[in-house]
């Protein structure tokens, strides 16, 4: 089967055994192909944004044939266009955006134009929680403004938004925005719902696996969905590799 | 490889629409999925003021079938010693966290003694959504500490955790309490951030049971994690099916 897991970390602090972790899981899901960002703190000054791109530039150096990777950006910092050039000089495809800033925060504008001149996807976490929702942590609804203002802004909401109701209704009208799968991985019919509000075009396989975690789960949510094969396939890895990733 | 699953439901969910909610299409996934049987639970039980009014319809449905229908108890209505007369369960399930039910209650210790007296087996209901995602409704969180308390209240009391995780299992009283045991099982429906080879290790696999906790999760995924992980093939058949034909063999 091929796949395409394009949504992955390192985590600063214990970079070699996510590197394990990354590596031990292509072995036994089969991976294609991984796309890594690496992440610390909610709110990285210059220096931490540095020592996380350079790890991520580490392990595409190392596992060439096998990793690809975000360029982690904190919009707050004064050199973020900088550290962007640099990350795409090492070869990364594109902006990963967490929660420094919600990503419509005027602060994301100029990194959004950035990215529409040079066609660059930006993979942005969106986690709608019940509990324990970040400071600037996105929603789907931070996701739609942004896709709005920017309607040829190339847009991977993660996590489905975190709760696909919020988050998938927020960004259907938007087809600018893909979603990644991962982190939704607690209602059986959150997928199935994407599908009939988004078709399986416009959802791409993830897993946010940092650790061992047995992500067959995630596998399992894509078999069980009751499309034809070649949808699968497309979540999969076919909308993966149509994205340009 | 036969798989018998202790932690699947019928009905209704309140907050959301569930695909697969009836019976029938219960036996469909299971059917897919090589699951032959199990304990199955009415989900309308949990929600309605008097559990007996879901349970009278599911336990003629599941009469016939190769499942063992669960009672829905909840301790703090009264006189439901006389459902458990009426119904004769294999199985009793509460749900503190919905019905604000502490473990401690002298409710629930009154239903422990009975199903102990009886020789019926409790199911303990943890999670049945992350908390991250409930809507309108928020129940309790699990108490590791208080389920720790309650086994050791009741030893002579079979009881099944169901959708306990990683933070409950992993909680150094409620590990002793378990390992104490040897009528105490678990089930791997909600564990989605650790390998539960991890807790093969910790615990034997003689403790744990197969859950799916469908039709709220996937049966795929946990029928995929199940036949992946990296355990013997002798602790896949018991977690899959060993443990639960040794306990509820007639």
């Known amino acids: 089967m091929n796949l395409i897991d394009m949504h992955t970390h390192l985590w600063l602090g214990r970079v070699d055994a996510c590197r394990a972790a990354i590596l031990r899981a292509a072995g036994l899901y089969g991976y294609d192909r991984v796309y890594v960002s690496t992440l610390r703190s909610a709110v990285p000054d210059e220096e931490e944004i540095d020592a996380c791109n350079a790890a991520t530039a580490a392990f595409m150096r190392d596992e060439p044939s096998l990793v690809r990777g975000w360029c982690y950006l904190n919009p707050r910092n004064a050199n973020w266009k900088d550290v962007l050039e640099r990350g795409l000089n090492d070869g990364m495809t594109g902006v990963k955006l967490w929660v420094a800033t919600y990503c419509d925060d005027p602060l994301v504008d100029p990194i959004a134009e950035y990215c529409i001149e040079r066609r660059l996807p930006v993979l942005i976490h969106a986690l709608d929680k019940t509990v324990g929702q970040g400071t600037y942590e996105s929603k789907g609804m931070n996701v739609r403004r942004l896709a709005l203002r920017y309607p040829s802004l190339r847009i991977i909401m993660a996590h489905m938004g975190g709760n696909e109701y919020t988050g998938i209704r927020a960004v259907a009208d938007c087809p600018n925005v893909m979603v990644d799968l991962c982190g939704v991985i607690y209602r059986a019919d959150a997928l199935e719902y994407a599908v009939e509000r988004l078709g399986a075009g416009r959802i791409l396989y993830g897993t946010d696996l940092s650790s061992d975690t047995p992500f067959w789960r995630n596998i399992g949510k894509v078999n069980a969905l009751p499309i034809p094969q070649y949808d699968k396939e497309r979540i999969f890895w076919r909308n993966a590799a149509d994205y340009g990733l | ?250």
């Open chain 2, 1 to 250: 490889m036969l798989i018998y699953d202790v932690n699947c439901l019928v009905g209704h969910w309140p907050f959301a629409r569930l695909r697969h909610e009836s019976f029938p299409e219960l036996l469909k996934i299971h059917h897919s999925g090589g699951v032959a049987g199990g304990l199955v639970s009415c989900l309308d039980s949990i929600f309605y003021n008097d559990p007996s009014e879901g349970d009278e319809p599911f336990f003629r449905i599941a009469a016939g079938s190769p499942y063992i229908p669960v009672m829905t108890v909840n301790p703090n209505i009264p006189c439901w010693e006389r459902d458990i007369d009426r119904f004769s369960p294999r199985a009793v399930r509460v749900y503190p966290t919905f019905h604000g039910c502490p473990l401690d209650s002298p409710e629930l210790a009154r239903l422990a003694d009975l199903l102990t007296e009886r020789k019926i087996p409790l199911l303990l209901t943890g999670w049945m959504l992350h908390p991250r995602e409930t809507y309108l409704f928020h129940p309790a969180p699990a108490d590791a500490a208080g389920t720790a308390a309650f086994l050791r209240a009741h030893p002579a009391l079979t009881t099944l955790l169901l959708g306990y995780n990683a933070p409950e299992l992993s909680h150094d009283d409620l590990k002793a309490a378990i390992r104490e045991r040897d009528n105490v099982y678990f089930d791997i429906a909600f564990e989605h951030y650790m390998d539960p080879a991890v807790f093969v290790r910790t615990y034997g696999a003689e403790k744990m049971l197969y859950g799916s906790l469908t039709p709220l999760l996937c049966l795929e995924s946990t029928r995929l994690t199940l036949e992946r992980i990296g355990i013997t093939e002798a602790e896949r058949e018991a977690i899959a099916c060993g443990n639960f034909r040794r306990l509820f063999a007639k």
